[in-house]
């Protein structure tokens, strides 16, 4: 009945563990979750505000199908502002959430059997939504001392004449690593040798430690030629819910875009598109303020991790994950496929805290753990965390 592709679909491991979480707590079991992938601040109040108001006022129609014009020109702006990328209006378009965005990117570009690189680790969704769409998931190895980044010689060993599309995630999910300039400059430069495009996923951009973030197509008039900037109000204005995000990219790709989106799903919601115009004319303080908070939890979480034995991690400079080694545990437990996965059950049923295993992000030797909590948790399950290794060494 059902198609052959979805048989070879993984289900979302982020939102199974969430799921299996639901349950517990509903059980009266009190767990640590250091799984999630949103924000614990709520939307700022003045971004809800818009929304409200704009149900008050009847914006609740129809509307064009790329996305609320005076939405896409503060977005215009921003990426001007910002990021020093110029845009026309009709180069951006807002979709439900940066995941339909890159969506309707693929769709854009793939026919069957395209390759896309992915570089690993990988967010979750990447792989799943290229084969969805017919494409070829090609995963590339990085190497640790590099912070897990890709390089411009991985690439050139990587691509092949059936190549449409990079990922490029940065800061990235799930290590928190950010790319340097010339890093960036040296695979457009690959990519725009090989007519390849790259798809820059900069959700975590404002939730960044350090003042070196560049956004890809800002880079030079070639690298914004071959970049879809992916980019939403998710992750910088604790905005999951509402579901709003965006691409911006050269007209002939915006505009397929857009006839793609016209076509599923006409527009995201009009009530959240004046929900995020709020956020990002009115509320750039509370966004600030969430990333300071965020800057000290990472540095109180490194700080308790580093006394943890047996595991290491990079430092991560942006997003609100940290990605564990824990390989030098590989030999205390024993599993059948997947080593993270058995380490991350153990975890959750006997210690219960619920962290990601690394398979979900294509390593099988680490776990993530997301410090987008109360501190005192974090610090809580990381105790746990190493009670857990400590019994495991005894
Ligand atoms: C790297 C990355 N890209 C995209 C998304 C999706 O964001 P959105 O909620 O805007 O669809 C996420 C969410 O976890 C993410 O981590």
Redesign the pocket.
Known sequence: MLSKKISNITPSYTIGISTKITELKKQGIDIINLSI?EPDFFTPKKAKEEGIKAIHDNKTKYDAASGLKNLKKVIQEKLEMENNISYDLDEIVISS????AITNTLIAFLDPGDEVIIPKPY?VSYSEMVKLLDGVPIFVDTDRQNDFKITASDLEKTISPKTKLLFI?NPS?PTGAVYQKKELMSIVDICYENNVHIIA?E?YEKICYTNNFVSIASLSEKAKEITITIN?L?KSAAM?GWRI?YSACKKEIATAIATIQGHLVSHPSTISQWAAYGALTLCKNEMEEMVKIYKNRRDKVILELSKVSNLSFIKPQGAFYIFIDISKLKNKIQYKNSFSIEFSNKLLDKYKVAVVPGIAFGMDDYIRISYACNINDVIEGINRLNKFIEDLNS
């Not at 959430?97 to 339909?100: E, P, T, V």
């Open positions: 992938g959430g940066a995941k339909h967010w995630t999910n996923d959700i939403g998710s999951t995000g």
